[in-house]
């Protein structure tokens, strides 16, 4: 997985609550992407980074914000989880080009997360 | 922004026979166009990418074409193996959006 890991891998939680899911690179990347997979929808882009503290919103980003503070990590907040954010969510990289046009996106294993 | 069509949603073959899966898109502007396989329980992984000033392009077994006329593009899989089962997705991108499909589970039976 290109040197990419999530945390947590399963999670587990209850509507309102808050949670933070973290992608970690070691590849030096310049851009970082969080995507949601959901059956029928493919992947959808939540938000993106395109250095440290330079972020994006995507496709659906209602109700997630996200963090980059070091080049590594990439941090993605539901602030009030709902049942609607249960979904697999995907952490991906790509490198110094412009985003999404010019450069390979290498995905890490996923998150499963569940809103009960 | 960009809208991407998969087809069909599952698609069953035999080993060794051929598969193909077709994906539309709706922005002219769009100019890359890779596609992932994602076997149970990874994440999407590529396999092969096409940009529009190229109209065909082949790694062993795996080749892609693009129609930039009829905005089309295609994966061909020839000679199936049984590892090939998988989910795909088709994705077209431009410089600020990248929409995936809603991707094709190919089940290749031995």
């Known amino acids: 997985d290109a040197g990419i890991t999530q945390s947590p891998r399963h999670k587990v939680t209850e509507t309102g609550t808050p949670v933070t899911l973290r992608c970690h690179q070691t590849e030096n990347h310049r851009y970082m992407y969080w995507y949601r997979q959901d059956p029928g929808h493919g992947l959808r882009l939540i938000h993106y980074s395109y250095g440290v503290k330079d972020t994006d919103k995507g496709e659906v980003s209602d109700g997630y914000s996200v963090s980059r503070s070091k080049t590594e990590d990439f941090l993605l907040t539901l602030e009030s989880a709902t049942s609607s954010q249960t979904s697999v969510y995907f952490c991906?990289?790509?490198?110094?080009?412009?985003?999404?046009?010019?450069?390979?996106?290498?995905f890490g294993p996923g998150t499963r997360l569940l809103v009960l | 922004g960009e809208n991407v069509e998969q087809h069909p949603s599952t698609l069953s073959v035999q080993e060794g026979d051929s598969a193909v899966i077709k994906c539309t898109y709706s922005?002219?502007?769009?100019?890359?166009f890779p596609w992932y396989k994602q076997e149970l329980g990874k994440g999407p992984q590529l396999i092969i990418d096409i940009r529009s000033n190229v109209g065909e392009k082949k790694d062993q077994r795996i080749a892609v074409t693009l129609n930039k006329t009829a905005k089309h593009f295609s994966l061909h899989i020839t000679e199936t193996q049984p590892e090939d089962s998988a989910v795909y997705f088709c994705?077209?991108?431009?410089?600020?959006?990248?929409?995936f499909g809603a991707g094709t589970r190919l089940t290749v039976k031995p």
């Open positions: 991906a990289i790509s490198g110094q080009g412009a985003p999404l046009s010019l450069e390979t996106q290498y």
């Open positions: 922005d002219s502007a769009s100019n890359y």
């Open positions: 994705a077209g991108a431009n410089d600020n959006d990248m929409r």
